[in-house]
């Protein structure tokens, strides 16, 4: 990495990070900012753990360990000096590699789910995710998984009596169009929009069931 990195060139929402992109990642500079050799040594070292799981990947494997993990990205902490790069885009920007990391490793680590299993109710309220320098408010996303968990509880239970509840108290559109207050050192943004995806179509799954037929089967 040079230390020449004066215009940004952000990237919009959560891309498929690359090595290359990353060793092409430039950041406007502040008076007051992050220490620019510390950021170039930390991005030349996310650069090449990316590049080390796309070539395992890709030949059908998975690297012998993380080099790198999501976490160490949404907690690493840089020097302030005059001239440094620019805070926040810096930030976005690890955000960013932090959803990519999570995403390659969740290309390998992604739990198999037994055929024709459902997704549960013990599945929604466990679910974990990883920490970003600005994220989704925590406390607002875990109370919204317990009331979805809840109606997804409730139907699969009333489906399985072979009948259907008489109100809809979460609906796949209440999940689809969730906002979440944004706050610092809050969940990674991206993986809580792809649970929310796999919610929405869950709930619109039990939604639609016949009480007649074998939810089970």
Known sequence: MGAGRMISTMMAGFSRLTAQQINDQTFARALRGYAMHEVDGFLDRAAEEIARWHEALNRGRRPNARLLTPREVSEV?????????????????????????????????RRVTPAGRRLTADDIVRKEFNGGM??????????????????????????????????????????????????????????????LDELTDELAYLQDQDPQASYYR
């Open 77 to 109: 902490v840089f020097n302030k000096e005059v001239r440094g790069y620019d805070m926040a885009e810096v930030d976005d920007f690890l955000d960013e590699l932090a959803a990519e990391l999570a995403r390659l490793y969740g290309e390998v680590t």
């Open 134 to 195: 600005r994220g989704y408010d925590r406390r607002e996303v875990d109370r919204f998984l317990d009331q979805v968990a809840r109606e997804v509880l409730r139907w699969q239970d009333a489906l399985a009596q072979g009948y259907r509840p008489s109100m809809r108290l979460v609906t796949p559109q209440d999940i689809n169009e969730k906002v979440f207050t944004k706050a610092v050192r809050g969940y990674a943004m991206i993986e809580v929009d792809a649970f």
